[in-house]
Nanobody, 123 residues
Framework: QVQLVESGGGLVQAGGSLRLSCAASGRTFRSYNMGWFRQAPGKEREFVAGSSWNGGSTYYEDSVKGRFTISRDNAKNTVDLQMNSLKPEDTAVYYC????????????????WGQGTQVTVSS
């Protein structure tokens, strides 16, 4: 069992930055791929970024490449999402998720989900 709790969301102006953090409980955290997803009102949940178990491989949705960075610290059981150059279209509830190797952008393969944190980018 892995429990995930996100933090760090808030209101920011376009062009600004936010850092989201996801704290995980459970001794098996390091065995999971970790992902960040987001869901805007009226839209489906979409993949944002993913990390392999050791952070050696990362994967990003095209619209966030070069702006967002996913990182994890297995000693602290955390995975962060640094978001720079934020745009109004980044506004959404952001979720972290844990899944088996190969989950990457497939939301249906992730096993555990956090409750989400709201990110609002004003223009």
């Amino acid at each position: 069992q892995v429990q995930l709790v996100e933090s760090g969301g808030g209101l920011v102006q376009a062009g600004g930055s936010l850092r989201l953090s996801c704290a995980a409980s459970g001794r098996t955290f390091r065995s999971y791929n970790m992902g960040w997803f987001r869901q805007a009102p009226g839209k489906e949940r979409e993949f944002v970024a993913g990390s392999s178990w050791n952070g050696g491989s990362t994967y990003y949705e095209d619209s966030v490449k070069g702006r967002f960075t996913i990182s994890r610290d297995n000693a602290k059981n955390t995975v962060d999402l640094q978001m720079n150059s934020l745009k109004p279209e980044d506004t959404a509830v952001y979720y972290c998720a844990a899944g088996p190797y190969g989950s990457w952008s497939r939301a249906d393969l992730y096993t555990y989900w956090g409750q989400g944190t709201q990110v609002t980018v004003s223009s």
